[in-house]
């Protein structure tokens, strides 16, 4: 089965309109910040320094600012012009790999249809997250080929409900709202048709900056006026997460998301915080990490894949439900901080949502 993948790039033109790529940069910059030299970060990225150091050199005639610079006892780090550059570049990955990788799915089982017919595969629509890119990897491995979707949750539930998708994902939290959350997916979710797998627990709470400058405590601080806050788009399980815990504390949503500024997945949001555009952003603790953020937990929170019951002893999804109970998937999930898989593929019944 042939894969697809399609990744963002971007372009930098100079004032006669001359574009060059920055891939070799960028990879290039990265690894001057991680390793502090040229020397070492020319050897981790399989280049010679004379070509590295040419590469800066091209850069910096090209921007008219030096990209890196000696500091005693730092060693070569980046300047402020590097540095954005690069921060740009990881928003921009965490912004459109979502949307960029639905594409390559659906690209993929277009090419299959010619080339090896009527191949079966799941249908999977959920929210980006962390355990179902892992999810969907594991199946690959196995040979399942699965046509992923990523859309929010209340988007993934109406999808299953109108039967565009075998799985659908969503996410409740654990404890009091857990009612009020899901009556948000009543409309879609049908307790006599539909059943739920359990994919994994996993932990949400505030992104600030290392060492939390801002002095961000609780959800309650969301309010305070010195706070820049990004928030997740409309319809996101997470977006709607928060407004029922802000509610509980009494602080209207329209309060903490001033600038209007919302993003697509959790990695959008923690790399919205950590480039210095935001003070606080919410979301899954995996995030917060892979940005070397500080992470403040709030709440737990289950994340469910909704199918159709009748449906749940098919191949495929015979095939899905072993793959999440499998000790090797629930093994790559205690490698994501926050995340919990103890209860990866038990399947529950909807009357106790409902």
């Known amino acids: 089965m042939i894969r697809v993948e399609i990744r963002p790039d971007w372009i930098v033109r100079d004032a006669a309109g001359q574009p060059t790529a920055l891939p070799a940069l960028l990879g290039l910059l990265l690894a001057v910040s991680e390793l502090g030299s040229i020397s070492k970060a020319a050897t981790a990225r399989g280049m010679s320094y004379r ?3 040419g590469l800066l050199q091209q850069f ?3 921007f008219g600012v030096e990209l890196v610079h000696k500091v005693r006892g730092q060693g070569t780090v980046l300047s402020p012009l590097a540095e954005k550059l690069m921060w740009a570049d990881r928003r921009i990955h965490a912004r459109l790999t979502p949307m960029l990788d639905s594409l390559a799915s659906e690209l993929q089982q277009e090419l299959a249809r010619v080339l090896v017919g009527d191949a079966q595969v799941l249908r999977l629509t959920a ?5 179902v890119a892992a999810l969907v990897t594991q199946l690959n491995e196995h040979g399942v080929t699965v046509d992923i979707n990523y859309r929010s949750s209340s988007d993934a539930v109406a999808a299953l409900a109108r ?3 075998d799985l659908a994902g969503f996410h409740l939290p654990v404890g009091e709202l857990e009612g009020a959350a899901a009556a948000k997916y009543r409309l879609w979710l049908d307790p006599e048709r539909h059943a739920l797998l359990h994919l994994a627990y996993r932990m949400q709470g505030l992104f600030v900056a290392k060492g939390n400058p801002k002095g961000v405590t609780s959800l309650a601080d969301l309010a305070r006026s010195d706070l820049r806050f990004v928030n997740r788009q409309k319809g996101s399980g997470t977006r709607v997460l928060l407004e029922l815990l802000l509610a509980d504390l009494g602080v209207d949503p329209a309060v903490i998301n001033r600038s209007g500024t919302a993003e697509f997945t959790h990695a959008a949001v923690a790399a919205y915080v950590a480039s210095g555009m935001a003070d ?6 995996t995030a917060a990490r892979r940005f070397d953020l500080d992470f403040i937990p709030v709440i737990r929170e289950r994340y469910f894949l909704a199918c159709d019951a009748g449906a749940l002893e098919t191949p495929l999804l015979t095939s899905a439900q072993a793959a999440m109970a499998g000790g090797s998937f629930r093994e790559v999930l205690s490698t994501l901080p926050g995340y919990d898989g ?4 038990e399947r529950l019944d909807l009357h106790f949502l409902f």
């Open 60 to 62: 910096s005639r090209q």
């Open 342 to 345: 103890a209860l990866s593929g």
């Open 127 to 131: 929210s980006h997250g962390f355990a």
């Open 51 to 53: 070509h590295a150091w």
């Open 280 to 285: 606080v952003g919410f979301g899954v603790e």
């Open 163 to 165: 039967g565009e998708c």
